[in-house]
T-cell receptor, first 114, second 110 residues
Framework: NAGVTQTPKFQVLKTGQSMTLQCAQD?????MSWYRQDPGMGLRLIHY???????DQGEVPNGYNVSRSTTEDFPLRLLSAAPSQTSVYFC?????????????FGSGTRLTVV | SQQGEEDPQALSIQEGENATMNCSYK?????LQWYRQNSGRGLVHLIL?????REKHSGRLRVTLDTSKKSSSLLITASRAADTASYFC??????????FGAGTTVTVRA
């Protein structure tokens, strides 16, 4: 099924641990992004990529790294997990960085940092 | 910072009634989009309206955009139990950063 696949769906980390959230899309979308969703705050942009090899920061990038070595994959790395990073993380993609296209979202990763 | 703000925060209606929610934003946009999120799921794209459009329809959805007031509304007609979800507006200012509001939670009672 075409779409955005996120793994894992659930994760519990201890403070200070690192991990990578995986995101893959099979629609040949140029644009990919990571959001976090916290209660009452909507979605906030962490990092985004307008193509392979190109990434940039969003609204809340601190504590996260990304890379885009292929069109399909856009992993999000937590360098040293903190309780403030407890959240639901969504990966999204869009056909083009230009023009009027909606985003396709993954089903999310629910992360708890203890 | 969030570009869009939805109003009301929560809405409860009877099945068959119409649901209207509003979105206000702060800066110039290229387009405005509406998304639906069912509990525990990802967001689903519903409809996109460009800055030079004033109204758009898709099935039971009607979206309006007033760029002079920097506001948009989403109308769901003849609501069904399956419409129970959170609805988010998102603005695209052509800066590669789709900005979301905090959402409106809609409950449709049978």
């Amino acid at each position: 099924n075409a779409g955005v696949t996120q793994t894992p769906k659930f994760q519990v980390l201890k403070t200070g641990q690192s991990m990578t959230l995986q995101c893959a899309q099979d629609m040949n979308h140029e644009y990919m992004s990571w959001y976090r969703q916290d209660p009452g705050m909507g979605l906030r942009l962490i990092h985004y990529s307008v193509g392979a090899g190109i990434t940039d920061q969003g609204e809340v990038p601190n504590g996260y790294n990304v890379s885009r070595s292929t069109t399909e994959d856009f992993p999000l790395r937590l360098l040293s997990a903190a309780p403030s990073q407890t959240s639901v993380y969504f990966c999204a993609s869009s056909y083009s960085r230009f023009g009027d296209y909606g985003y396709t979202f993954g089903s999310g990763t629910r992360l708890t940092v203890v | 910072s969030q570009q869009g703000e939805e109003d009301p925060q929560a809405l409860s209606i009877q099945e068959g009634e119409n649901a209207t929610m509003n979105c206000s934003y702060k800066t110039s946009i290229n387009n405005l989009q509406w998304y639906r999120q069912n509990s525990g799921r990802g967001l689903v794209h519903l409809i996109l309206i460009r800055s030079n459009e004033r109204e758009k329809h898709s099935g039971r959805l009607r979206v309006t955009l007033d760029t002079s007031k920097k506001s948009s509304s989403l109308l769901i007609t003849a609501s069904r139990a399956a419409d129970t979800a959170s609805y988010f507006c998102a603005t695209d200012a052509r800066d590669y950063k789709l900005s979301f509001g905090a959402g409106t939670t809609v409950t449709v009672r049978a």
